[in-house]
């Protein structure tokens, strides 16, 4: 099923996101991970890709085994950083085999081994993958959004530009980034509504299951800690136990004023975390 569809049926649209184990790590690793949230019933699971597409064999594996082997439809990562459009044309042809109509479509970042290729035969930008997948395959594509921003984007104003560049492209739905303030949230509905984008957007949702972890990845990011979040952190930070609590109770709370605003959907990222991800 084409993942836009089930947003005219239902609201919120429960979705999570998996990761694929590490090179190191036999791909088998996360079958017990997908068995447990196979069983949670969400609408659709989607599978992240590797930088410069380095772990694009493996997660279109697993994206096949959610979809096929355990019945739950599958949204299927795709970078284009690092690949030419033969590549990609590849990638987005293998899915389709696989039976997988839904891909979320990110330009990805570059990791410094990996050179970046220029011209024609290579997409810049996510909008640019976007009229790619548009133009020559069938699928129901998704796009991120940044409610605070896109952290290399210059200002707030031309993000919101970009982003309704990646609609115009043929984006069906978007995904945003994580954050942890509800408000920054409804604001860009608010900015989005003003400059004609209606399509629906899915929120994701970040528990905060380690304090070092979330204070890393809000960096690089660039998601902003609100303070009650921070009192939290400096808590329960140096208690594993107490900060699991503590952050899925956050995550809660944070899902509830949302439903309750009628937003189209929620998104877990899960860490790969079923125990508490079935908890929330």
Known sequence: MRICELFQS?????????????????????????????????????????????????????????????????????????????????????????????????????????????????????????AHIRERHNFCIAAAAYPEGHPKCPSLAQDRERLKQKVTAGADFLITQLFFDNRLFYDMLDQLAKIGIHCPVTVGVMPVLNAAQIRRMTELCGASIPNKLTDLLNRYGNSPADMEKAGIDYACAQIVDLVEHGVDGIHLYTMNKPRQTARI
């Open 10 to 130: 239902r609201k919120p649209v429960v979705s999570c996101e998996i990761f694929p184990p590490k090179h190191d790590y036999p791909v088998e690793t996360i079958f017990d991970t997908l068995a447990a949230l196979s069983e949670l019933r969400p609408d659709y699971i989607s599978v992240t890709y590797g930088a410069g597409g380095s772990s694009c064999a493996r997660s279109v594996q697993i994206a096949s085994k959610v979809k096929n082997d355990y019945g739950v439809e599958t949204l299927a990562h795709l970078t284009c950083v690092g690949a030419d459009c033969r590549t990609t044309d590849e990638v987005l042809e293998q899915l389709q085999r696989e039976n997988i109509e839904n891909v979320l479509a990110l330009r990805g970042d570059l990791p410094p081994e990996i050179p970046c290729g220029h011209g024609e035969e290579y997409h810049e930008y996510a909008k640019d993958l976007i």
